[in-house]
């Protein structure tokens, strides 16, 4: 029964195929065909406001026509991209007990984000891979042309993306210090909230040097006449080790500091009590190794730099 449907479908479309082709073929051999160029055809200020696409020829007209329907068009979907990811962030936060909920708000979220994307640099696309003026891989000029453009849409997203994950990274942070502050006597909520910070400071940390150790460092582009040369640049790389290291220094140390002399104010205040002073010595050990890792690699660190053993 289905094969006879199916072959019964298939008679039809090629009899439909048959006569679309006979009718083009008596329009296109028909002299009214011939003469339909001469034809004097009205114009738009006829007919009152009706906008006319501008143009000399066809395909002007038609890019202008969908150039101004498709800018309203994308500012309608960015605002209703942005009101479906206010509303899927609403829907994540009232259900946060439904797991099944909130997986699919997350997913829906991403999704979101991405078409939000896509359609921002819609545009942008557009211009990259434009084949008016010849394809883009047409000559060296056009190539390092259009990878300029594209690069620079380019870091429009990422840094959105960094503008994003930074805060997501950021509200980690705050948001485990706190339940720290809150569940001190809890040492597996400690222990999980522990490891959400080391997670949130290494997302942070990636957010804030990623991008410098890809463009600067390990891709850096130095444009020329009709050329792009790429190559490692070793000294902003050492420049940017050294600041990394001066900031551990600065910042990680004095935490350090603060843990010993806070594990010591601990171990004399124990008054015997061995879970106290237990816990005291772990603070007083940790603390006493993570300085001594924090400016042992800050003296590696300087003496491999400054080349004197």
Same mark, same amino acid.
């Given at each position: 029964?289905?094969?006879?449907?199916?072959?019964? !479908?298939?008679?039809?479309?090629?009899?439909?195929?048959?006569?679309?082709?006979?009718?083009?073929?008596?329009?296109?051999?028909?002299?009214?065909?011939?003469?339909?160029?001469?034809?004097?055809?009205?114009?738009?200020?006829?007919? =009152?406001? &009706?906008?006319?696409?501008? /143009?000399?020829?066809?395909? +002007?007209? +038609?890019?202008?026509? #969908? +150039?101004?329907?498709?800018?309203?068009?994308?500012?309608?979907?960015?605002?209703?991209?942005?009101?479906?990811?206010?509303? !899927?962030?609403?829907?994540?936060?009232?259900?946060?007990?439904?797991?099944?909920?909130?997986?699919?708000?997350?997913?829906?979220?991403?999704? /979101?984000?991405?078409?939000?994307?896509?359609?921002?640099?819609?545009?942008?696309?557009?211009?990259?891979?434009?084949?008016?003026?010849?394809?883009?891989? =047409?000559?060296?000029?056009?190539?390092?042309?259009?990878?300029?453009?594209?690069?620079? $849409? +380019?870091? *429009?997203?990422?840094?959105?993306? $960094? !503008? #994003?994950?930074?805060? #997501?990274?950021?509200?980690?942070?705050?948001?485990?210090?706190?339940?720290?502050?809150?569940?001190?006597?809890?040492?597996?909520?400690?222990?999980?909230?522990?490891?959400?910070?080391?997670?949130?400071?290494?997302?942070?940390?990636?957010?804030?040097? /990623?991008?410098?150790?890809?463009?600067?460092?390990?891709?850096?582009?130095?444009?020329?006449?009709?050329?792009?040369?790429?190559?490692?640049?070793?000294?902003?790389?050492?420049?940017?080790?050294?600041?990394?290291?001066?900031?551990?220094?600065?910042? &990680?140390?004095?935490?350090?500091?603060? =843990?010993? *002399?806070? =594990?010591?104010?601990?171990?004399?205040?124990?008054?015997?009590?061995?879970?106290?002073?237990? $816990?005291?010595?772990?603070?007083?050990?940790?603390?006493?190794?993570?300085?001594?890792?924090? !400016?042992?690699?800050?003296?590696? *660190?300087?003496?491999?730099?400054?080349?004197?053993?």
């Amino acid at each position: 029964m289905r094969k006879q449907k199916n072959l019964t !479908y298939l008679k039809a479309f090629i009899v439909a195929v048959i006569l679309i082709g006979i009718i083009i073929y008596f329009i296109a051999t028909s002299p009214l065909s011939a003469d339909a160029a001469y034809f004097d055809l009205p114009d738009a200020e006829n007919f =009152g406001d &009706v906008p006319a696409p501008e /143009g000399d020829d066809a395909v +002007a007209m +038609a890019q202008n026509l #969908i +150039a101004r329907i498709m800018a309203p068009l994308r500012v309608i979907l960015a605002a209703v991209g942005v009101a479906l990811i206010v509303l !899927y962030g609403f829907t994540l936060v009232v259900s946060a007990r439904n797991e099944e909920a909130i997986n699919t708000q997350k997913k829906a979220l991403i999704y /979101g984000f991405i078409g939000l994307a896509l359609v921002s640099i819609a545009g942008s696309l557009s211009e990259i891979f434009n084949f008016q003026e010849g394809s883009f891989l =047409g000559s060296e000029a056009d190539i390092v042309e259009r990878a300029g453009l594209f690069d620079s $849409k +380019a870091t *429009v997203v990422i840094t959105f993306l $960094k !503008y #994003i994950i930074g805060s #997501i990274a950021v509200f980690a942070i705050v948001r485990s210090g706190f339940v720290m502050l809150l569940s001190g006597s809890s040492e597996e909520a400690v222990g999980k909230e522990r490891k959400n910070l080391v997670a949130g400071f290494t997302a942070l940390a990636f957010v804030i040097i /990623g991008d410098f150790f890809v463009r600067k460092v390990m891709f850096n582009v130095v444009q020329g006449d009709n050329e792009a040369v790429v190559s490692i640049n070793a000294t902003a790389g050492i420049s940017e080790i050294i600041a990394i290291t001066n900031f551990m220094v600065w910042f &990680v140390g004095p935490i350090m500091m603060l =843990g010993i *002399v806070a =594990g010591g104010l601990m171990y004399a205040m124990a008054g015997g009590d061995e879970e106290k002073s237990g $816990k005291a010595k772990k603070i007083l050990v940790n603390s006493i190794i993570g300085a001594i890792i924090i !400016y042992g690699a800050f003296a590696l *660190v300087s003496t491999i730099i400054s080349g004197v053993f």
